[in-house]
């Protein structure tokens, strides 16, 4: 359990979580292979940062809901360094057990989206729990919320296609060439939205 911190100051466990991930972050940017495109994807680190913090602040969240949501901002991070299409996962998997995976479409960016509701939807669930939501309309405004923002970057993504050059936007938005890629990613987030949202419910008292 972390020792009390004055207001406003992040608590000792979470400050070691935070000083980690930062760690992480820096050691993705030795010599970027998309420099750009890794800007890129970090602009929306930084909003998630400072709205972790913000939360944070306003909820004190315990440390098992912060260091889930840094764990998803890890995921991205990975993604980032090889614009999300480009992740050797397969490579790493070989490496570690001397297994050739069969190849094909690169799924890291998938789990990347099914982390973001299995990871978020916990820390979501405690805010409405909070603020004197039932553990049913807690458990459904948590999924909402995931839903919501899930499709709010899929069209934020679309906005990129429409704007950025063709090679540009694949790069970032990383479809490689599924035309149902976006639901796909909803669809996941939605999935991970409905299981971290119930293993939190299903809990007695306030959990992370």
Do not use: C
């Amino acid at each position: 359990m972390d020792t009390p911190s004055p207001p406003g100051r992040l608590p000792r466990g979470h400050l070691v979580a935070l000083l980690v991930f930062a760690v992480v972050v820096a050691v993705s940017w030795w010599r970027p292979h998309w420099p750009v495109e890794q800007a890129l994807h970090h602009s929306l680190t930084v909003l998630a940062v400072a709205g972790l913090l913000l939360a944070q602040r306003r909820l004190r969240l315990p440390l098992g809901s912060f260091v889930l949501v840094l764990v998803f901002l890890t995921l991205h991070t990975v993604a980032a360094r090889w614009i999300y299409s480009y992740v050797p996962y397969e490579q790493w998997w070989q490496a570690l057990t001397g297994i050739a995976p069969s190849g094909g479409r690169n799924h890291f960016d998938r789990l990347v989206h099914f982390g973001y509701g299995l990871l978020l939807a916990p820390a979501l669930v405690l805010a409405w729990r909070d603020r004197g939501a039932g553990r049913g309309r807690a458990w459904l405004h948590a999924v909402q919320v995931i839903v919501s923002t899930g499709a709010l970057y899929e069209l934020f993504e679309w906005g990129i296609a429409l704007t950025l050059a063709p090679d540009a936007a694949e790069a970032y938005n990383g479809q490689q060439g599924d035309l149902w890629d976006a639901q796909k990613d909803m669809a996941l987030a939605l999935l991970g939205a409905v299981l971290g949202a119930t293993a939190n419910v299903l809990r007695p008292g306030r959990k992370a």
